[in-house]
């Protein structure tokens, strides 16, 4: 019976598909036309969705609950892309399509230009163990098993020897920072760390997609500012394409590449951090945008002008950032020398530079 529990928990929470072989470049994951119904017949409600009935009107004639209403996205190899929106606005309806927690009433998911909804059963365990991984909110931990256990669950059911297990293991435990507690139980962790245990546990399988769903809302705040740090430190060297889940807008602007904000199962709005301040799409983000503080949210590497179109910046005066700090943290000494940013990587390499009259734009409400 525990075997059986744990089986159906690692389909949960780690989700190969064989490399597609094409001439045209696709997105790692393709999100199309998906519609999202919760009731007794989704299938003879659809139609009057895709008719334009509000998630308000199909509830209230039909009983059925509209999750997603034609969602269509696409998210690149390498990037952070966060899905935010209040409660009940299908964000977490959506990260679940993405490794058939959940099937889609009508629509498409695609990951590396192969559809998900044609896997069968066997496929789609080869799917879940090798090519996505997934954080869960509450930790979602074996309570029986100490961290190195946790950690190493995942390349278990992989099939990995015990020795190549602890060896990966230890490496990603040492990672989040957790190197002296590999043989203590989770319950005697706070829940920081346990949620430490549990971004560990993702890492240690080389998945690479992760599902982060509200994976830090849980947190104090102080821990979960560490948290959003340690997690921009890991990807800024791994590079992996994350989608993370959150209703909190500060920790998407922090977090996210590209961000996708839903309202009663719409998505109503898709861009840069950059887009969603200055650009909101409709009165909903804007409500949301309103009182963000952006110096906090903005990062060098997001508001920067790339070297080769930097032209016209006076470089005679500058004062070098890293691509992944936030405007907070280097503001205050280009107000003190009114001198332009140049902007590196953590290798040194000049990636852009920053002008006073983009960084002042940026900050701007106006």
């Known amino acids: 019976m525990q075997l059986m529990v744990e089986m159906n928990f690692f389909l949960c929470f780690n989700v190969i598909v064989a490399p597609v072989k094409s001439f045209k470049k696709m997105s790692k994951i393709e999100i199309n036309n998906v519609y999202k119904i919760f009731g007794s017949n989704p ?57 058939r927690l959940i099937d889609p009433t009508d629509g498409d ?39 190195i256990q946790n950690v190493g669950y995942g390349l278990e059911m992989q099939g990995k020897s015990d020795e190549e297990r602890n060896k990966v293991s230890m490496e990603k435990i040492e990672a989040v920072g957790l190197t002296g507690f590999e043989n203590q139980y989770p319950n005697q962790l706070s829940g920081g760390m346990q949620q430490r245990v549990g971004l560990a546990r993702a890492l240690a399988t080389d998945t690479d997609i992760m599902l982060m769903d509200e994976a830090f809302s849980a947190l104090d705040p102080l821990i979960r500012s560490d948290m959003q740090k340690q997690l921009l430190d890991l990807q800024s060297e791994l590079k992996k ?74 470089k005679n005066n500058l004062i070098k950032i890293g691509e992944d700090q936030f405007v907070e943290e280097f503001l205050p000494q280009v107000v003190c020398t009114n001198a332009n940013c140049e902007v590196v990587d953590k290798k040194g390499n000049v990636k852009g530079y920053i002008s006073n009259k983009e960084l002042q734009k940026s900050l701007s409400k106006s």
């Open 43 to 99: 299938k003879s409600v659809l139609p009057m969705v895709k008719d334009g009935a509000t998630k308000d009107e199909v509830l209230e004639k039909t009983g059925h609950t509209v999750g997603l209403d034609n969602v269509s996205l696409k998210i690149e190899e390498g990037e952070t892309f966060v899905c935010m929106g209040l409660s009940g606005s299908g964000k977490s309806t959506l990260i679940r399509h993405l490794n």
């Open 109 to 147: 998911i695609l990951i590396e230009g192969t559809n998900v909804m044609s896997l069968n059963t066997e496929s789609l365990i080869d799917f879940r163990r090798h090519k996505m991984s997934m954080v869960f909110q509450r930790f979602g931990l074996f309570p029986h098993k100490t961290v």
């Open 241 to 314: 394409t994350i989608v993370f889940i959150t209703h909190d807008l500060d920790e998407s602007l922090r977090l996210g590449d590209h961000i996708g904000i839903l309202n009663a199962g719409k998505l109503v709005q898709v861009g840069t951090p950059v887009d969603i301040i200055m650009r909101p799409a409709d009165d909903y983000v804007e409500a949301f945008v309103k009182d963000v503080n952006r110096a906090k949210v903005l990062k060098a590497k997001i508001i920067m002008k790339p070297s080769d179109q930097a032209n016209g910046i006076d």
